[in-house]
């Protein structure tokens, strides 16, 4: 059971446009969600994050947008450089009832972007 | 400062084979989780443990156990390799229990043939 999706394997963008990746989630115990980018040979690396409090975060050229009654989140790069070309990946964590959050991030199947100069 | 490091880079076993993986989380930080990682899917869970303690276990069998020393710094073990362990384990720490941002590792690649 896939519990995080990323539907699109991959996208292309010209370099200086909109890059926009999308995820959708199925658990609705999900309360904080991560993008990650990653290269070959590399670990993920942190990206940006948002809390299921808000809709909207930003930091420079990467805003991630979460839907809660859709379930849906998404990033924007803006502009998209060719560097940004990676696997971007998203993920989420959920607390438990007591309100402790897990230290187990399950993550989507991940996107290649690919930014043409 | 360093971030999470993990050794060794890349190992080659044979099916049947026992195999341990170390990691060495960010300094300060408690928190360390286990990922595995096949070609084309995204990294799946496998352990968490914070202050020594295991604090989660994801959908993989008894075959796989880990430990983390009082230095924070853990190990992943692997007994009776199979084929479909190939894959990239990777290693995250976080200051916290786990459930905010982790920091990866560049992850060990493991070879079973």
């Known amino acids: 059971d896939q519990q995080v999706k990323q539907n699109s394997p991959s996208l292309s963008v010209q370099e200086g446009r909109i890059s926009i990746l999308n995820c959708d989630y199925t658990?609705?115990?999900?309360?904080?969600f991560l993008w990650y980018k990653k290269y070959p040979a590399e670990g993920p690396t942190f990206l940006i994050s948002?809390?299921?409090?808000?809709d909207k975060n930003e930091d420079g050229r990467f805003t991630v947008f979460l839907n809660k009654s859709a379930k849906h989140l998404s990033l924007h790069i803006v502009p998209s450089q060719p560097g940004d070309s990676a696997v971007y990946f998203c993920?989420?964590?959920?607390?438990?009832?007591?309100?402790?959050?897990?230290?187990?991030?399950?993550f989507g199947q991940g996107t290649i972007l690919t930014v043409h100069p | 400062d360093a971030g999470v490091t993990q050794s060794p880079t890349h190992l080659i076993k044979t099916r049947g084979q026992h195999v341990t993986l170390r990691c060495s989380p960010i300094?300060?930080?408690?928190?360390v989780s286990w990922y595995q990682q096949v070609l084309g899917q995204g990294p799946q869970f496998i352990f968490q443990?914070?202050?020594?303690?295991?604090?989660g276990r994801g959908n993989f069998p008894d075959r796989f156990s880990a430990r983390q020393f009082p230095n924070y710094s853990s190990e992943l073990n692997v007994n009776a390799l199979l084929l479909g362990d190939s894959a990239l384990y990777l290693c995250?720490?976080?200051?916290?229990?786990?459930?905010?941002?982790?920091?990866f590792g560049p992850g060990t690649r493991l070879t079973v043939t």
């Open positions: 995250a720490s976080s200051l916290g229990t786990g459930g905010e941002k982790q920091y």
């Open positions: 658990n609705s115990m999900f309360d904080y």
């Open positions: 948002i809390s299921s409090i808000k």
């Open positions: 993920a989420a964590s959920e607390r438990n009832a007591g309100g402790t959050s897990y230290g187990k991030l399950t």
């Open positions: 300094s300060g930080h408690k928190s």
């Open positions: 443990y914070y202050e020594k303690e295991e604090r």
